[in-house]
């Protein structure tokens, strides 16, 4: 919802199955330089990768770097690369356990899309998104005026591998997403910053989180229900973007797995016909909608006639997510570890 891994030896295979095809231009090497370079000097540099169906060109790791949404925010500080960013925006939680030192110290521009001269100001000299939609008309501004004024962008593998953007809203997949996409933004992102071992190293971590989380767990007999946000219009869940794979990873089932669409709005109505074993809520520090906290969404749920009798309300099976774990983040990850956490605690677990 808009604010709405893989072996260092197969790499290159992992990068050509997103999609995503990293090339070095001519007598440029590798980057593998721990101390981020800086001039146009570095290993590797220029760079050029294949991203979201562009060509972006660096010509040396970047310095003042503003990240517009928070997922690709989030990335970067965890690689230590908060003293390169110049300013982030387009926040919908607060930062990542771990990571709240780091952030103090970088400009926020705006809770929301930021315009695109307040981005300019800044004087970036790369600019990161998690989305399409924020690097697009109706949202900062499309890449192409960044690129004209020679700002290299990037927006992460997950928003457009395996998904159909061209329609509005949230888009559809196409394909279902992996964590793949999201370890391959973690390692072009390291390597723009040129310091690639440290995206190799988050990677290892996540995966290792993976495989403890899921360890053991057989949720097949568990329904699930994703709400974002939204009570009069709900944005749910489909089938195949961030709770997809936190769904799969656990072997239950998603009560909407017959849409593509990443998050279509469905009424009450036929949400309480599905009746899902399990509500997973989005849990929102922001302010742009109804019911954006859990605290909201629960209030609702209990209260709502049509809502208040599913099997899930009586009960209290409630699992609370940040809205950055339920998009295709860094932060899936730690969706899965709290999605499976419930599931053992509801006996749902096998």
Request: proline content about 5%; hydrophobic content about 35%; overall charge negative.
């Amino acid at each position: 919802m808009l604010s709405k891994a893989t072996p260092a030896p197969i790499r290159t295979a992992a990068l050509f199955a997103a999609g995503v095809v990293l090339l070095t231009a001519c007598g440029g090497g590798t980057a593998n330089s721990a101390d981020g370079g800086g001039g146009d000097k570095a290993d590797g540099f220029p760079l050029t990768l294949k991203n979201c169906g562009r060509t972006v060109t660096m010509k040396a790791p970047p310095q003042r770097a503003v990240s517009v949404d928070q997922g690709s925010t989030e990335i970067l500080l965890s690689l230590g690369l908060a003293d390169r960013l110049a300013a982030t925006a387009t926040w919908s939680d607060p930062v990542m356990k771990g990571l709240e030192k780091a952030n103090q110290g970088v400009e926020r521009l705006s809770e929301n899309r930021p315009s695109s001269e307040k981005v300019l100001d800044k004087e970036p000299d790369f600019l990161s998104a998690s989305f399409a939609s924020t690097l697009a008309k109706g949202g900062v501004a499309p890449r192409e005026q960044f690129e004209k004024l020679g700002v290299p962008t990037y927006i992460s593998p997950a928003d457009c591998v395996g998904k159909d953007n061209s329609g509005g809203g949230d888009g559809a997949r196409t394909a279902p997403l992996t964590m793949d996409s999201v370890y391959t933004e973690v390692r072009e992102l390291s390597q723009v910053f040129n310091v690639p071992e440290r995206g190799d190293a988050l990677v290892k971590k996540l995966q290792a989180r993976v495989t403890k989380a899921t360890d053991g767990i057989d949720g097949s007999k568990a329904s699930l229900l994703y709400w974002f946000s939204d009570s009069k219009a709900p944005y749910l869940a489909g089938c195949c973007g961030a709770p997809g794979v936190i769904t799969r990873e656990l072997g239950a089932k998603n009560v909407f797995d017959d849409t593509h669409d990443e998050w279509p709005q469905i009424s009450w109505e036929t949400v309480a016909d599905r009746n899902p074993d399990v509500l997973v809520i989005g849990d929102l520090s922001r302010t742009m909608q109804t019911a954006e906290s859990a605290e909201k969404k629960i209030e609702f749920l209990e209260s709502n006639p049509v809502t208040r009798t599913m099997d899930a309300v009586k009960n209290r099976r409630y699992v609370l997510l940040s809205g950055q774990a339920m998009n295709p983040t860094i932060r899936t990850v730690e969706g899965l570890e709290r999605v499976a956490a419930g599931l053992r605690d509801f006996g749902l677990a096998g």
